[in-house]
């Protein structure tokens, strides 16, 4: 196969790449570009015809660029930027940020924390459309894609820029009903009487939050993968909850149990894509996160 020639490479077919890569789906792709999933795939064939190499493999979860096709996206994520700068000349070169972000978070943090933050970027910056996903897993370079993700603990991806969010701590709370109706908690021995309200074990799949086992033998009497539910569960008396302690304390509906024993501290990280297109717009909605997270530190702990 003859050697691609620049002429012979489509910057709209680019485009497609960017897309796919974004959203890690074709379907998904199409529904973004506003076209049918069929004319995806033929631009994506196009574009590995025309430069000889392959760019996308299908995985268990949907489709992950090569090493090709990374270094690729990466290259052509310039292209994308110099069109959002002139769309933005075109409108009077108002606000030259543009572009679509997407953010992975914890459901807890992702509500309470990140969602104030991307509001406060979609009005300083109306080109920047925010889009927040609540998730609690390991981070995952598959899937339905992302730009930034919020986990906890932190990633071993080398593709992933990753730095420390924010320390945070999880405690123990009880409603007062439930307390003045079951044994009493005085001492963390007394915690083996009493059901624990907390993550699924069997789909609990974030090493950091695995804390039942060394809480006194507490069995998970309520499990839920959502927070807001184990919330909700803990304050209709359903056990005694290990909650993140930026939504427990400010519940008047809870009490803290045993706050000097139990004080569990863990880190919220961030990471973002290297081939995520709109550079400019990741940046600023990370430090706007940075920035939540700075603000309301004493929140979190």
Do not use: C
Not at 175 to 201: N, R
Not at 208 to 225: C, I, K
Request: net charge negative; charged share 20%; no cysteine.
């Amino acid at each position: 196969m003859p050697d691609p020639r620049p002429l012979h490479v489509s910057t709209d077919d680019l485009r497609y790449l960017l897309a796919v890569a974004r959203a890690g789906r074709m379907v998904s792709a199409a529904a973004l570009l506003e076209v049918d999933h069929t004319t995806v795939k033929r631009r994506i064939d196009r574009l590995e015809a025309a430069l000889g190499v392959r760019l996308l493999d299908r995985g268990a979860d949907g489709w992950e660029l090569t090493e090709i096709g990374r270094e690729v996206a990466e290259r052509a994520g310039s292209l994308e930027q110099v069109v959002e700068q002139v769309v933005a000349a075109a409108s009077g070169g108002v606000d030259a940020v543009r572009g679509t972000v997407r953010v992975v978070a914890p459901d807890g943090f992702g509500s309470l924390f990140v969602a104030p933050a991307l509001a406060r970027v979609q009005a300083a910056h109306p080109g920047i459309v925010v889009e927040l996903v609540t998730s609690t897993r390991p981070l995952s370079l598959r899937g339905s894609g992302y730009d930034i993700a919020v986990t906890v603990g932190s990633s071993a991806a080398s593709r992933l820029k990753s730095e420390v969010l924010a320390p945070y701590s999880l405690r123990l709370y009880a409603s007062p009903a439930y307390l003045a109706s079951h044994p009493a908690i005085t001492t963390f021995a007394d915690l083996e009487k009493h059901a624990l309200v907390f993550y699924v074990d069997a789909l609990l799949t974030v090493h950091e939050l695995d804390l039942a086992p060394v809480l006194n033998g507490m069995r998970v009497g309520f499990g839920s993968t959502n927070v807001f539910a184990q919330l909700e569960a803990t304050k209709a008396g359903a056990g005694v909850g290990l909650l993140h302690a930026f939504m427990g304390e400010r519940d008047p509906g809870l009490v803290p149990v045993l706050p000097e024993e139990v004080d569990f501290r863990l880190q919220f990280s961030i990471a973002t894509r290297r081939d995520s297109a709109s550079v400019d717009a990741v940046a600023v909605v990370q430090q706007a996160i940075r920035a939540e997270a700075e603000d309301r530190a004493a929140e979190l702990v």
